[in-house]
T-cell receptor
Framework: AQSVTQLGSHVSVSEGALVLLRCNYS??????LFWYVQYPNQGLQLLLK??????LVKGINGFEAEFKKSETSFHLTKPSAHMSDAAEYFC????????????FGGGTRLMVKP | DAGVIQSPRHEVTEMGQEVTLRCKPI?????LFWYRQTMMRGLELLIY????????DSGMPEDRFSAKMPNASFSTLKIQPSEPRDSAVYFC???????????????FGAGSRLTVL
């Protein structure tokens, strides 16, 4: 069994400020972890993923996330927010087998103030 | 590759009418998923297929919903009869099978926004 909790359904930051979106997971098997981003009126697209190896993962648009097994977390960060980062962000977890399905968190809507 | 293609992008219909949503997955992807997204319930998995066979439809809300995948390049999600509470954005997604790198990465379509009046 697996689950994902995203703390904060809405996060607001000023342009240029640090972005931190929180994700905690539970999984009975070693997890694969993902962040997806959804821009208005679009589908979800992959931002970054952790499978094995290096625990700090870099994604598109300057985002990165760190897998911390001891904390069962996979928080998403970006040093400096841009207006174009305004979107909804989804954390997801799956097992390492292809038969394991993705379980999504509830999503966090990021708002960027000028 | 053109990605996952969904149609229509927008559908407005009246209660009681039949609605058919269509999806063309990425060529070579063995898995196809239908999701529903609403403000109240977030992203919900409705059903998924592996090699055109429905594997898990436990997320389908009720018998008014049905999904088919007659071949590897086409799937439909049908609602009959439709109700206002079915108003949502419906996403189709696909991914490769186990033997292929990136097997767990879903590629989503742009979605079909359904409004039932």
């Amino acid at each position: 069994a697996q689950s994902v909790t995203q703390l904060g359904s809405h996060v607001s930051v000023s342009e240029g400020a640090l972005v931190l979106l929180r994700c905690n997971y539970s999984s009975s098997v070693p997890p694969y972890l993902f962040w997806y981003v959804q821009y208005p009126n679009q589908g979800l697209q992959l931002l970054l993923k952790y499978t094995t190896g290096a625990t700090l993962v870099k994604g598109i648009n300057g985002f990165e996330a760190e897998f911390k097994k001891s904390e069962t977390s996979f928080h998403l960060t970006k040093p400096s927010a841009h207006m174009s980062d305004a979107a909804e962000y989804f954390c997801a977890v799956s097992g390492f087998n292809a038969g394991n399905m993705l379980t999504f968190g509830g999503g966090t809507r990021l708002m960027v103030k000028p | 590759d053109a990605g996952v293609i969904q149609s229509p992008r927008h559908e407005v219909t009246e209660m009681g009418q039949e609605v058919t949503l269509r999806c063309k997955p990425i060529s070579g992807h063995d898995y196809l998923f239908w999701y529903r997204q609403t403000m109240m319930r977030g992203l919900e998995l409705l059903i998924y297929f592996n090699n055109n066979v429905p594997i898990d439809d436990s997320g389908m809300p009720e018998d008014r919903f049905s999904a088919k995948m007659p071949n590897a390049s086409f799937s439909t999600l049908k609602i009959q009869p439709s109700e206002p509470r079915d108003s949502a954005v419906y996403f189709c997604a696909s991914r490769p099978g186990q033997a292929i790198s990136g097997a767990n990465v879903l590629t989503f379509g742009a979605g079909s926004r359904l409004t039932v009046l």
